[in-house]
């Protein structure tokens, strides 16, 4: 079966450090990857998605990158962290689109969220 | 573009009691549809999911879904709430965009089961 884990499940740093966020997914090949970012009392908003290695998406504007270095590991980084960049993210896998016998539907199967708070 | 409202932002409920979270979406077109719970400092956990055949839809931990195309909603439902079901929950619609389905997400309910 399929998992995703990601690491560290708690951070905190303060204003101007870096920050990497690693996740990895095992038992599927060639996923789509994600991550996503949830700010106190809002909803989920989409950071970065990889539908291959090196090839990543952006979908906001910020002080953050992603990395897709292995076909199942997904990364999330920034050079200097802000007070704004507190917050829960998530990564997520989904079935690569137009895989045979794949669920193509676009569902999400979710890690269990890294908590970064920035001082 | 496709988008999500769930109508309620919080909604309080006795233990026991029954409970609907309500969302629609925005487009009549085919769809494919989830619900997700989250419960505090965990990711996100598929509670149903709709993707073709009949419009009632059973999930996981009792909670049930109807998928109403003429009113482009898919709310959710469970017959009597317990406290381990105080958690967010939050509906999501599938979005083609050629070559690539991207999951747009609702604002999210908080449900809150007092006993």
């Known amino acids: 079966s399929q998992t995703i884990h990601q690491w560290p499940a708690t951070l905190v740093q303060p204003v101007g450090s870096p920050l990497s966020l690693e996740c990895t997914v095992e038992g599927t090949s060639n996923p789509n990857l994600y991550w996503y970012r949830q700010a106190a009392g809002r909803g989920l908003q989409l950071l970065f998605y990889s539908v291959g290695i090196g090839q990543i998406s952006s979908e906001v504007p910020q002080n953050l990158s992603a990395s897709r270095p292995q076909d199942r590991q997904f990364i999330l980084s920034s050079k200097k962290l802000l007070l704004s960049d507190s917050g829960f993210y998530l990564c997520?896998?989904?079935?690569?689109?137009?895989?045979?016998?794949?669920?193509?539907?676009?569902?999400?199967?979710f890690g269990e969220g890294s908590r970064l708070t920035v001082l | 573009a496709q988008s999500v409202t769930q109508l309620d932002s919080q909604v309080p409920v006795f233990e026991e009691a029954p409970v609907e979270l309500r969302c629609n979406y925005s487009s009549s077109v085919s769809v494919y549809l989830f619900w997700y719970v989250q419960y505090p400092n965990q990711g996100l956990q598929l509670l149903l999911k709709?993707?073709?055949?009949?419009?009632l839809v059973k999930g996981i931990n009792g909670f049930e879904a109807e998928f109403n195309k003429s009113q482009t909603s898919f709310h959710l439902r469970k017959p009597s709430v317990h406290i381990s079901d105080t958690a967010e929950y939050f509906c999501?619609?599938?979005?083609?965009?050629?070559?690539?389905?991207?999951?747009?997400f609702g604002a999210g309910t908080r449900l809150a089961v007092h006993p």
């Open positions: 997520a896998w989904s079935v690569l689109f137009g895989t045979s016998g794949g669920d193509n539907t676009g569902e999400l199967f």
């Open positions: 709709y993707l073709s055949g009949s419009t």
């Open positions: 999501a619609v599938s979005e083609n965009l050629g070559g690539y389905n991207k999951l747009i």
